[in-house]
């Protein structure tokens, strides 16, 4: 079982429409998560942290139940400039190595 | 820009040839991870270096090595290339071995192998 997993998408959604992605973790000993965006043929770039108690930065807002090992990412009034992949990533709390997902692919339509 | 930088950008090789991949990691950061990214997937950890040891290690084979330099820039080996090895290379600095430490990532090496 893979340690992350994403639906890959595609999403292709109109310019303000709200969209949400999903991510699950198979390790319980997970302990710190984030979202990183990452542009066609660009490296990661981290997107914002997961925190227990959700939180959220300007359109964007993540959500994280560890009882489900779940995470959340929502995205409201979606812009053109957020067509991306959107990387789900957990590590434990050793060694601070990444776990990724394969990505969620989000196109914005205008 | 996140001040990680790798080197080179692209490179082709042959089957069975080695390759050197470097990467200069963010001021005031001293460890580097390293990662495989393969078309349409997600990036795979290598491993990861802090202060010149390795630190961990991903489900890769012996013949993908490392070192750190005590700048803590990076360098990545890998030996007798494969097909698959084709992907784009990142590696990423970050501060210390705690975890919910974010990493930054360089803009990658891509490696085609034919």
């Known amino acids: 079982r893979k340690e992350v997993e994403q639906d890959p998408g595609p999403f292709n959604v109109p310019e303000g429409a709200t969209v949400a992605f999903n991510c699950t973790y198979s390790?319980?000993?997970?302990?710190?998560f984030f979202w990183y965006r990452q542009d066609c043929r660009k490296e990661p770039k981290l997107l914002m942290s997961?925190?227990?108690s959700g939180n959220e930065d300007g359109r964007f807002t993540a959500q994280l139940n560890r009882a489900s090992q779940y995470i959340s990412l929502l995205i409201r009034d979606s812009k053109l400039s957020d067509s991306a992949t959107y990387l789900c990533?957990?590590?434990?709390?050793?060694?601070?190595?990444?776990?990724f997902g394969t990505g969620t692919s989000l196109t914005v339509i205008p | 820009e996140t001040g990680v930088t790798q080197s080179p950008t692209h490179l082709i090789k042959t089957r069975g040839q080695q390759v050197t991949l470097r990467c200069s990691s963010q001021?005031?950061?001293?460890?580097v991870s390293w990662y495989q990214q393969a078309l349409g997937q997600g990036p795979q950890f290598i491993f990861q270096?802090?202060?010149?040891?390795?630190?961990g290690r991903g489900n890769f084979p012996p013949r993908f090595s490392g070192l750190q330099f005590p700048n803590y820039s990076s360098e990545l080996n890998v030996n007798a290339l494969e097909l698959d090895d084709s992907a784009l290379y990142l590696c990423?600095?970050?501060?210390?071995?705690?975890?919910?430490?974010?990493?930054?990532f360089g803009p990658g090496t891509r490696l085609l192998v034919l």
């Open positions: 270096y802090y202060r010149e040891e390795e630190n």
């Open positions: 390790n319980s000993a997970s302990q710190s």
């Open positions: 990423a600095s970050s501060v210390g071995l705690a975890g919910g430490e974010t990493q930054y």
């Open positions: 990533v957990v590590n434990r709390n050793t060694g601070n190595q990444f776990y």
């Open positions: 997961v925190y227990s």
């Open positions: 001021s005031g950061h001293n460890t």
